[in-house]
């Protein structure tokens, strides 16, 4: 075995121990961030037998360090992938995950069908879904409302940096974009909804992720992601569309709940990609 090959494996085993979910993958992502380069040269330095000089060891060393006291990966890179985008993350903004980029594809044969719709994304953390849809849905008219300041500004600069045209507000989801009232084809929203008191297992959420992003205000965790939904049908034209991440344990109650609203027709649940109950959408009625 190779000298870089022995490196990530010995970093690798660091982060294994320390509990880290994804240690190898982890790994290869700091060294090329040590390395400034992405993980494809790395692979490549792997097989062409190179080796990175002291100061990037050095640098590497340190980063492994810190994920193994489960300090976000994403807060070490400084980056967090969502759709076709890299977003810059780091402590005060929630990381986007995944499971959330379904939302997305939720929504895009609505906007496809729209000339120029008009889309809100209320609690937008570091703005993932507001951007993604700018990005994907050039024609869309975007809008964005997020409580926290810091969160806010990390939203902005994603927005500034990425050149894309949203406007991000930093409001509280409940009473942002009055001037919308009854106009809105299309609303997205991430809320927190973690029931309180079940904190979660990862140090790199519990520890690392805002507060106010995760938790939804009650023991079932809906009161946050219900008063969201509220604002949302203040916000949607008649026959708008409502799409909402919610835990894989609200499957049934979300949808329930929304149905009783008596605001909303055709409440259906969506499953993410690894077929977890993840995304409730409605109809505004
Ligand atoms: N998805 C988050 C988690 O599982 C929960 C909070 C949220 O996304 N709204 O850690």
Redesign the pocket.
């Known amino acids: 075995m190779n000298e870089l090959r022995l490196l990530l494996r010995d970093a690798s085993l660091r982060l294994s121990h320390a509990g880290v979910g994804s240690p190898d993958t982890d790994a290869i992502a700091l060294l090329a961030h040590a390395w400034s380069t992405d993980v494809a040269e790395v692979r490549r330095a792997e097989v062409l037998g190179r080796v990175p000089d002291g100061v990037v060891l050095q640098r590497f060393s340190a980063l492994i360090d810190e994920r193994a006291t489960r300090v976000p990966l994403q807060h070490l890179t400084g980056r967090a992938a969502f759709r076709h985008l890299e977003l810059a993350v780091g402590p005060g903004v929630?990381v986007p995950?995944p499971?959330?980029e379904i939302l997305v594809d939720l929504v895009a044969p609505t906007l496809r069908s729209i000339a120029a719709p008009v889309v809100v994304d209320l609690?937008a953390g570091s703005g993932a879904l507001a951007l993604a849809v700018k990005d994907e849905h050039p024609s869309a008219a975007v809008y964005a409302a997020e409580l926290s300041p810091d969160a806010c500004a990390w939203a902005q600069a994603n927005r500034d940096r990425l050149g894309l045209d949203v406007r991000i507000r930093c409001e509280d989801a409940l009473t942002a974009f009055p001037e919308l009232e009854g106009q809105v084809d299309v609303v997205l929203s991430?809320?927190?909804?973690?029931p309180v008191g079940m904190v979660?297992i990862?140090p790199e959420?519990r520890d690392h992720?805002p507060q106010i992003?995760?938790y939804?205000g009650s023991e079932d965790g809906l009161r946050i992601p219900l008063q969201v939904a509220e604002r949302a049908a203040q916000l949607l034209r008649p026959g708008g569309l409502v799409v909402m991440?919610h835990?894989s344990s609200q499957g049934d109650s979300l949808p329930a709940r929304l149905s009783t609203q008596g605001l909303w027709d055709d409440v259906a649940d969506h499953r993410d990609l690894t077929a977890l109950p993840r995304a409730v959408s409605a109809r505004r009625r």
């Not at 991430?190 to 973690?194: A, K």
């Open positions: 929630f995950r499971e959330t609690c991430n809320p927190p909804y973690i979660p990862d959420v992720d992003a995760l939804g991440e835990a």
